[in-house]
């Protein structure tokens, strides 16, 4: 009697680490996958002034950027090769701020890896970030700012989840990329699908409710687009939705657009 005990007491205790293994080991899956889907998340973004309205001033102009530039590393807490300005003469070429070089030693390069985030407002974008410095100008080059220096100058990096919630409520909408984009119940691509958003029909408001890569929204469907219509807001507006969907690519890119000059 006693042995048949003993043994249905290791068989439980069997049972029982098993269940907590398996409960440790989803857990510790979860955490990864969150962690993982994070980074990816604020691998990509853009420098800006650290004053937004500062970026439509005549100082920082067209191509965001301070008068003497930002110094340009080989690698992340590496050497100075170079330096990211603009260069000219605004008197004898009036798109001087809209210009900005590469300047190593004797030679420079225009450069052109820059996002207009605004009407004829341009910010420097860079593709990843270690060590407290950013990737820009070519992402198969080794080309780095430092975070440090930047932020000293009156600048400082956003990746593009956050710099799209910032700016949410001033952008006329956010529309998904082609082929569109699925509306899920949860933060994950397993999660129920609600429907699909296609189209600059589909307004897409952000909230501050973000999971990795994964922001919860309010999609908004317009009979016609509230730029070239003649209808009411209320009369025009077929359908409101809430859900999540997954604004940041698996590369660290937006998966939406916005009109950056208005209608």
């Known amino acids: 009697m006693k042995s048949k005990k003993r043994k249905m007491r290791n068989q439980f205790n069997i049972l029982l680490s098993l269940i907590i293994f398996f409960a440790f080991t989803m857990h ?66 009036n798109q001087v701020p809209y210009k900005i070089y590469l300047v190593t030693g004797d030679k420079k390069v225009k450069i052109e890896n820059f996002r207009e985030i605004s009407s004829e407002i341009f910010a420097i974008n860079y593709t990843d970030s270690a060590e407290g410095f950013v990737k820009v100008v070519d992402s198969s080059k080794s080309y780095w700012l430092s975070v440090a220096e930047i932020e000293k100058n009156g600048f400082k990096t956003v990746n593009w989840r956050d710099q799209m919630i910032e700016q949410s409520k001033g952008v006329l909408g956010y529309y998904a990329n082609e082929p569109g984009l699925r509306l899920r119940k949860e933060p994950n691509s397993k999660s129920e699908i609600i429907g699909s958003v296609r189209g600059d029909l589909f307004e897409i408001k952000l909230t501050k409710n973000i999971s990795g890569q994964w922001c919860k929204v309010k999609v908004t469907k317009y009979k016609e687009h509230p730029c070239n219509t003649d209808l ?32």
Do not use: H
Request: glycine share 8%; hydrophobic share 25%; aromatic share 8%.
């Open 28 to 93: 510790s899956c979860q955490s990864k996958t969150e962690t993982e889907t994070e980074k990816i998340a604020t691998k990509q973004g853009i420098i800006v002034p650290k004053i937004d309205s500062l970026k439509y001033s005549e100082k920082y102009c067209c191509v965001l950027s301070p008068e003497q530039g930002f110094s340009v590393y080989d690698n992340p807490k590496g050497k100075i090769i170079g330096t990211l300005k603009r260069m000219g003469n605004i008197k004898e070429d």
């Open 232 to 263: 009411e807001e209320a009369e025009n507006i077929e359908s409101q939705t809430e859900g999540w969907l997954k604004i940041i690519d698996d590369n660290g890119e937006p998966n939406l657009w916005s009109y950056t000059r208005g209608c």
